[in-house]
């Protein structure tokens, strides 16, 4: 069974520019995560996808946005990016969105902002 | 809001040898699920292990071993039998019954000589 796949896997943008990652989850997972990692600040929660609803929304600014469609697959948008938004930004998917459920990362999409 | 807390930013331990990594949290929650995640250089987010709270016994799996320590809100992994292949960056997380998102320690650097 193939993996959490994110692309793309690096991304060099400039400040104020806009910017679309992908997540395709493993086959069968309904529930996708994004995390933002930083140096400073670790990993932080984004937010939570299940059946193209978002159920739950990290503490972050109205410019990053997600959604998942109808194949699990999911999109975080970032508006107007600022030089702090340069992280790695992780998905994950589950079959179960909570409790126990282990989370499958993917590999991660390195975005640096200029 | 819960936390985590890893205050290890950096631990080191010889191959074959073990090393016990330290993690607490703070929440008023009773059921929850605490996990350890493996980040090696290549960033594929693994899962190490999960202990669930309700469940007074620890958690094994192969050389990795918890100690949870429910009342003292503690949660430290064991390697036994170190190899070179341990070297990576561990994560503690939290995540309670109902939620969705894992919150992560700022995680423990682990290096292994041989």
């Known amino acids: 069974k193939a993996g959490v796949t994110q692309t793309p896997r690096y991304l060099i943008k400039t400040r104020g520019q806009q910017v679309t990652l992908s997540c395709s989850p493993i086959?069968?997972?309904?529930?996708v995560s994004w995390y933002q990692q930083t140096p400073g600040q670790g990993l932080q929660f984004l937010f939570e996808?299940?059946?193209?609803?978002?159920?739950n929304k990290g503490n972050f600014p109205g410019r990053f946005s997600g959604r998942q469609f109808s194949n699990s697959r999911s999109e975080m948008n970032v508006s107007t990016l600022e030089l702090g938004d340069s992280a790695l930004y992780l998905c994950?998917?589950?079959?179960?969105?909570?409790?126990?459920?282990?989370?499958?990362f993917g590999p991660g999409t390195r975005l640096t902002v200029l | 809001a819960q936390t985590v807390t890893q205050s290890q930013p950096e631990m080191s331990v010889q191959e074959a040898e073990t090393v016990t990594l330290s993690c607490t949290y703070d929440?008023?929650?009773?059921?929850?699920?605490l996990f350890w995640y493996k980040q090696p250089p290549s960033r594929q987010m693994i899962l190490v292990i999960r202990?669930?709270?309700?469940?007074?016994q620890n958690a094994t799996e192969n050389r990795f071993s918890v100690n949870f320590q429910k009342a003292a809100k503690s949660f430290s992994l064991k390697i036994s039998d170190s190899q070179l292949g341990d070297a990576a960056m561990y994560f503690c997380?939290?995540?309670?019954?109902?939620?969705?998102?894992?919150?992560f320690g700022k995680g423990t650097s682990l290096l292994v000589t041989p």
């Open positions: 996808y299940f059946s193209e609803t978002q159920r």
């Open positions: 086959s069968g997972h309904r529930s």
């Open positions: 202990q669930e709270a309700y469940k007074q």
């Open positions: 929440t008023s929650e009773s059921d929850y699920y």
């Open positions: 997380a939290y995540r309670d019954n109902s939620g969705y998102a894992l919150n």
């Open positions: 994950a998917s589950s079959l179960q969105a909570s409790g126990s459920g282990e989370q499958f």
